[in-house]
């Protein structure tokens, strides 16, 4: 899997990038730093997770062996050794290697290995790809210029083959850079149905981008088991998504806290007093009929 390309694919689409800063942010909420744990690592940690379902740290030790601190590696470099330990590629072919008891490596279990973590939006991916594709294809459709891409017919005996040149020249510059060419045809005497103005790739008056984007966007946020009202969606209806507060209650427990959980592994080698903490779940209030 090319850790490159999951990384480019943050930019493919509106809804694909938004997300995983946002459940970063909901992890930094949660997250209490520690003398060797930063806020600012867990930051870059917690995004390596979400966006490529593992992260790396260095562990940073004193005299005694004993690990102070905990130092991001970024995980799009990282590799996992054949003979065991961690190499970490450089610029210019350059590489730098770790011992297995160096590197504190968090990762989303694979069932069809357990060397490296997968994210959990993979199955989104073709859904993704298509928005793109959809979203590219409308560019270049208004990128080429008058929207052209037509037979232009006339029948007129009386145009100057000056005219049939200017009209000619005029339609050919008309072309952009989109996929769409259109063609200028003079027959004299013609009959009125010869030739007409035959619309290719006509976009414009269908509602078939809607349906693309609406439908991608769907599949992208089921993915990454966003709740639509967390997603910046525009609610289709005048109830709107319910209790905002609520969904975000219930998306912390269910999605945020359990990622965070696995973050503790780190206290298992961190100094006790070095340890990192989590705020406290507000307590629900029950409520009686």
Not at 57 to 79: C, D, S, T, W, Y
Not at 208 to 227: G, Q, S, Y
Request: proline residues 5%; hydrophobic residues 40%; contains cysteine.
């Amino acid at each position: 899997m090319s850790r490159p390309g999951l990384a480019k694919l943050l930019k493919a689409n509106a809804h694909h990038g938004a997300i995983p800063p946002f459940k970063r942010n909901l992890i930094l909420r949660e997250f209490i730093p520690s003398a060797g744990f930063s806020m600012q690592t867990m930051s870059r940690a917690a995004l390596d997770y979400v966006v490529f379902g593992e992260t790396y740290l260095l562990r940073k030790r004193n005299a005694f062996g004993q690990v102070l601190e905990l130092q991001h590696l970024p995980a799009i470099n990282m590799r996992v050794k054949l003979d065991g330990g961690f190499r970490m590629l450089l610029r210019d072919g350059k590489y730098e290697d770790f011992d297995q008891d160096e590197i504190e490596h968090i990762y989303n279990y694979d069932v069809e290995q357990e060397i490296y973590g997968v994210p959990d939006y993979l199955g989104g991916l073709q859904a993704l790809l298509l928005n793109e594709a959809a979203t590219l294809f409308r560019r270049r459709y208004y990128s080429n210029g008058a929207h052209v891409g037509y037979i232009f017919y006339s029948n007129d005996p009386n145009m100057s083959q000056e005219d049939e040149d200017h009209l000619q020249a005029q339609i050919a510059d008309a072309k952009g850079v989109g996929n769409f060419r259109s063609m200028f045809v003079n027959i004299p005497g013609g009959s009125e149905k010869a030739i007409q103005i035959i619309p290719v790739g006509d976009f414009q008056a269908k509602d078939e981008l809607e349906k693309v984007k609406n439908i991608t966007r769907n599949d992208v946020i089921a993915a990454w088991r966003m709740n639509p009202a967390l997603a910046g969606i525009i609610p289709e209806n005048v109830a709107g998504f319910g209790d905002i507060v609520k969904i975000d209650q219930v998306y912390t427990n269910n999605e945020i806290r359990p990622i965070c959980q696995l973050f503790n592994q780190v206290n298992d080698t961190l100094r006790p007093d070095r340890h990192i903490n989590w705020i406290e779940p507000p307590k629900q209030v029950e409520t009686t009929v």
